[in-house]
């Protein structure tokens, strides 16, 4: 026995524009919203985590506590800026040059935690990044 609709959806299906006057991908339900900015890897100890932005696209690295000078200059010598709306250090990351941005990012990132677990005092060999590895 088929179920029947309420009113509710009765309405939403009559507010949606034909089937057919659509094109493939402008369906709502066909997008899968993914977070922005999006991270990546993330180290506790080091307090530091490292993430990618769309719109504009951009490498991140944010950190818990404002880094030492030194690791500041190192953020600044590959390039990366302040961001003061996402609280993060950002790098635009070129359409042209994606690959090689990307890497830069994560380079930069790997120097940075290395950076702090040695300031603090944490043998870095005993460490793993937590989130997604590359």
């Given at each position: ?24 991908g ?17 180290n ?40 003061r709306?996402e ?36 043998d ?11």
């Amino acid at each position: 026995m088929a179920k029947k609709r309420t009113e509710a959806q009765e309405q939403e299906l009559a507010s949606q524009e034909p089937a057919a006057a659509r094109e493939p991908g402008e369906d709502p339900s066909e997008h899968v919203s993914e977070p922005n900015p999006r991270s990546w890897a993330g180290n506790n100890a080091a307090g530091v985590e490292f993430l990618t932005r769309k719109e504009p696209y951009e490498a991140l690295i944010r950190f818990k506590e404002k880094p030492s000078q030194e690791v500041i200059d190192t953020m600044k010598d590959a390039g990366f800026r302040w961001n003061r709306d996402e609280q993060a250090w950002a790098r635009p990351i070129g359409y042209n040059t994606q690959a090689q941005d990307r890497e830069l990012g994560r380079r930069t990132y790997g120097k940075v935690v290395a950076m702090l677990l040695d300031q603090k005092g944490i043998d870095a060999g005993q460490m793993q990044d937590e989130g997604i590895h590359f």
